[in-house]
């Protein structure tokens, strides 16, 4: 398994738009009652009615089941509007069944071209496991915010899914490509149909961390999943994704010895029990292969984000080898088989961007993922940045991917450096003075 990171969403402030709104389809609008979060084992509670729906509508994946407007959240300034969404998906995990997700539309102060907006679809990395953490009702970090700016300057609209579970009920399946990919390519689906004329059938999957390997597995999902969607590539930074490495590759994997949750710091721990295997095993509590410290800090990781879950982490002082009793290994089955994308073989062309100061996914992770990509065929464009961190890497790491995405919508053709690919060495020291570089 690799070593993650997360992001710090925010809560965020009401501002407001000094750019009138472009016209969207009426929103159908719902209570705003919130419900208390509740140390419930999926993290459920404390959105809106807004995140809900009992009986599930009957309709197919990608279909819009209601939409209101973002008021209450600080949009990024470059957005004109911001539009709440829940819709259909399927679900990621177990036998295919019907699943309300949720998410959001931004769009461009730019004047929108002849046939619509161009479609960024961003998948946002590591917030938590509870609903409160969905970026459509938190918000979002200066990080991200100067992030979507830039896609958003660039004349772009931004469809964001929450992920399977983050916002709506039931479990988040943290990490599982299957259920982020279902999620994420059906909040395109679904704003593609409910804002006709608006959007543009153009994606980029664009996602750093969790979201890279979402954006990946979506790539890899799509074309027997949403054949109709035009995908044209990916932008991935900060890798945290698993494929299966060829038989007899050209670059073999690096080992990672970051595995399973004892060896992984005590607040990811967390997040990998209460989010991946509590959704591999929704019939039992994963609480129950927790120590009292444990269960201390599964009841933070239930009812707050990912700040809180650090901080909660920190003033513990624990490994996370005391948060766990023996049994967990039964937690433990189907998840590498749950997470690892069966092969790098992706179809469209895809950038990736790491941070040789990255000490949150693994640089042996991430040189796995370019070389099981390259070697499967897929046409990578891998950029290595001296002295970034993970965070540091998103918004830096522009001055590469744009031209990248602008090749794409151009037609053109994308450089492949997968003749050349080389092996990082250990973490370096942040580069100070740069924006997010911590």
């Known amino acids: 398994m690799r070593r993650i990171i997360g992001l710090l969403l925010i809560a965020a402030l009401s501002v407001g738009n000094s ?27 404390g959105t809106s009615a807004f995140y809900s729906s009992n009986p599930l509508p009957a309709v197919p994946p990608g279909t819009m089941v209601r939409t209101e407007k973002m008021d209450g959240l600080h949009l990024p300034s470059s957005a004109a509007s911001g539009t709440r969404l829940l819709y ?40 938590g496991i509870a609903d409160i953490c969905a970026p459509s009702w938190r918000g979002y970090s200066g990080r991200d915010r100067a992030y979507l700016n830039r896609w958003l300057d660039e004349g772009f609209a931004i469809v964001a899914t929450d992920y399977q579970g983050l916002g709506t009920p039931g479990p988040h399946p943290y990490l599982l490509y299957r259920a982020e990919g279902y999620s994420a390519l059906d909040a395109v689906r679904a704003a593609l149909q409910q804002f006709a004329g608006s959007l543009r059938n153009q994606i980029i999957l664009v996602g750093q961390s ?32 698993d494929f299966a490495a060829p038989a007899h590759a050209a670059h073999p994997p690096i080992p990672v010895h970051y595995d399973d949750p004892t060896n992984m710091d005590a607040a990811y721990a967390i997040l990998r029990v209460e989010g991946t295997d509590q959704s591999l095993h929704d019939d039992r509590d994963v609480r129950d292969a927790e120590t009292p410290a444990g269960a201390a800090l599964s009841a933070v990781a ?44 992706l179809t ?16 042996p992770g991430q040189y796995n993922a370019v070389a099981a990509m390259c070697d499967a065929g897929a046409r990578v464009t891998w950029h290595t940045y001296p002295g970034l961190t993970h965070n540091g890497t998103v918004n830096a790491s522009l001055t590469d991917s744009l ?36």
């Open 348 to 363: 469209i062309p895809v950038f990736a961007g790491t941070g040789l100061a990255d000490t949150e996914a693994s640089l």
């Open 19 to 45: 750019v009138a709104p472009v016209p969207l389809p009426p929103a159908q609008q719902t209570a705003a009652t919130e419900t208390a979060p509740s140390p419930h084992r999926f993290g459920d509670g």
């Open 302 to 345: 239930r009812t707050a984000c990912l700040s809180d879950l650090f901080k909660a982490a920190g003033a513990q002082k624990i490994s996370s080898r005391d948060l766990f009793r023996p049994d967990l290994s039964t937690f433990e089955a189907g998840e590498s088989a749950a997470s690892i994308i069966p092969d790098g073989a």
């Open 403 to 438: 031209p990248f995405v602008r090749g794409l919508l151009s037609g053109q053709s994308t450089a492949s450096t997968c003749a050349a690919i080389p092996i990082p060495g250990l973490p370096q020291p942040p580069t100070p003075g740069i924006p997010f570089n911590d």
């Open 88 to 127: 259909m998906s399927t679900s990621g995990v177990g036998q295919p069944a019907p699943v309300l997700v949720s998410g959001q539309l931004l769009l461009p102060k730019t004047a929108m071209p002849k046939g619509g907006w161009p479609i960024i679809a961003w998948e946002h990395g590591t917030t």
């Open 210 to 241: 969790q979201g890279s390997g979402a954006a990946l597995g979506s790539a890899w999902l799509a074309p027997h999943y949403a054949p109709t969607l035009d995908i044209l590539g990916v932008v991935a930074t900060g890798l945290v994704v």
